[in-house]
Nanobody
Framework: QVQLVESGGGLVQAGGSLRLSCAAS????????MGWYRQAPRKQRELVAT???????NYADSVKGRFTISRDSAKNTAYLQMNNLEPEDTGVYYC???????????????WGQGTQVTVSS
């Protein structure tokens, strides 16, 4: 089984910055893409950013130029640097990873428990 644990959320004023971390642990043979999603109150979960094993990145239009996703494959950890935060960025941020728990197994998608980000105006 693969576990994802997020950290780094909190309360910040508009214009501030936060850095989220997502550490994967457990039975891991390999990890392909990792990413971040978020869910605001009364809204559906939405994609924020993804990064492949080769380092290719993809961002939601709303965060381009403000957020940067990165990963340390040796540590099975992904990061989300969030700058110039806006109140609209408030929500629970979830880490996700496509991982193979064993050699020869298929890739499965795993989710973390989420970390709250609150941006005050």
């Amino acid at each position: 089984q693969v576990q994802l644990v997020e950290s780094g959320g909190g309360l910040v004023q508009a214009g501030g910055s936060l850095r989220l971390s997502c550490a994967a642990s457990g039975s891991i043979f390999s990890i392909n893409a990792m990413g971040w999603y978020r869910q605001a109150p009364r809204k559906q979960r939405e994609l924020v950013a993804t990064i492949t094993s080769s380092g290719s990145t993809n961002y939601a239009d709303s965060v381009k130029g403000r957020f940067t996703i990165s990963r340390d494959s040796a540590k099975n950890t992904a990061y989300l640097q969030m700058n110039n935060l806006e109140p609209e960025d408030t929500g629970v941020y979830y880490c996700t990873a496509a991982a193979r728990p064993d050699y020869g197994s298929a890739y499965f998608r795993y989710w973390g428990q989420g970390t709250q980000v609150t941006v005050s105006s």
